[in-house]
């Protein structure tokens, strides 16, 4: 069986309790429409708090791999998210949201942003959340968004992706089939370790070649990681401050909307 090999890895940058795996700037470019993603190890208290903020243009996906988070959004949408709990938030053309650590946990797993198709990145904002037994799984491997095997994710996007959840045990092997024309594949290690071919994986993104042959793992470690596949996002990635766009009239829509809202929550003392 022919296997792609490591493309690019990075360990990313480390910033108290986020290690920023990805930006639209690095290595978002390698894996749209996957354009964003964090590792977090959020500590008991405020300090993990993140505080009201924007975001257009993009889907956030948090994956809660231990502990329990709180969650505000200006839809209305609030609630704690627990071990195993995903988190899907469609921005659309604009919303702002918080979240941290519920009180007395802290709170391990991912965050990813998803550059959004042109037919979404102006429309309406929604939200999904999903408890740890509403999401599907196939041997070792969770569906958080997309397809895998005969399982789907509660949560489809418009796009052709697949997004995991994976624990294997010292020693186990697992192989993924990707499908039809997900040429975008990669892999971020929260534990353990992961040999594929010849390259050990580590606390770090690996993002594999371009093509559509397997990717085979053997853990090094008790393992845990997510991985993405995708149909590669043929469009610009146009960036403001939180915002991720095709093209920079549909950034400038967005960004329009971020400061309306901006200004009904600062009116009512929110922010």
Request: negative net charge; proline residues 6%; contains cysteine.
């Amino acid at each position: 069986m022919n296997q792609r090999n490591v493309a690019f890895r990075t360990a990313g940058h480390t910033r108290g309790p986020i290690t920023r795996l990805a930006s639209p700037g690095d290595a978002g470019e390698l894996i749209k429409p996957f354009v964003f993603l964090d590792r977090f190890h959020l500590p008991v208290g405020d300090g993990g708090k993140m505080g009201m903020h924007p975001h257009s243009g993009i889907a956030t996906i948090t994956v809660l791999l231990d502990g329990a988070i709180e969650y505000r959004e200006t839809t209305g949408a609030q609630g704690v998210l627990r071990t195993g709990g995903v988190e899907w938030m469609n921005a659309g053309n604009g919303v702002w949201h918080d979240g941290g650590p519920a009180e007395g946990e802290s709170a391990l797993g991912f965050q990813l942003w998803l550059a959004l198709p042109p037919e979404d990145e102006n429309g309406p904002c929604d939200s999904r959340y999903l408890s740890s037994d509403q999401v599907p799984s196939v041997g070792p491997a969770r569906i958080i968004l997309g397809r895998h095997g005969d399982a789907a994710s509660p949560i489809q996007p418009r796009a052709s992706l697949s997004y995991l959840h994976v624990k294997l045990a010292d020693g186990e092997r697992w192989t993924y089939t990707p499908p039809a024309g997900h040429t975008v594949a990669w892999v971020a290690v929260a534990n353990g370790a992961l040999r594929s071919g010849r390259t050990t994986i580590g606390r770090e993104l690996a993002v594999f070649e371009e093509g559509d042959a397997a990717l085979e793992f053997v853990a090094e470690g008790a393992s845990e990681f997510v991985l993405g596949s995708a149909v590669k996002h043929p469009h610009d990635l146009v960036t403001g401050y939180y915002s991720v766009h095709t093209n920079a009239a549909a950034l400038a829509q967005g960004e329009q909307e971020i400061q309306r809202i901006g200004k009904q929550l600062r009116a009512a003392n929110l922010i």
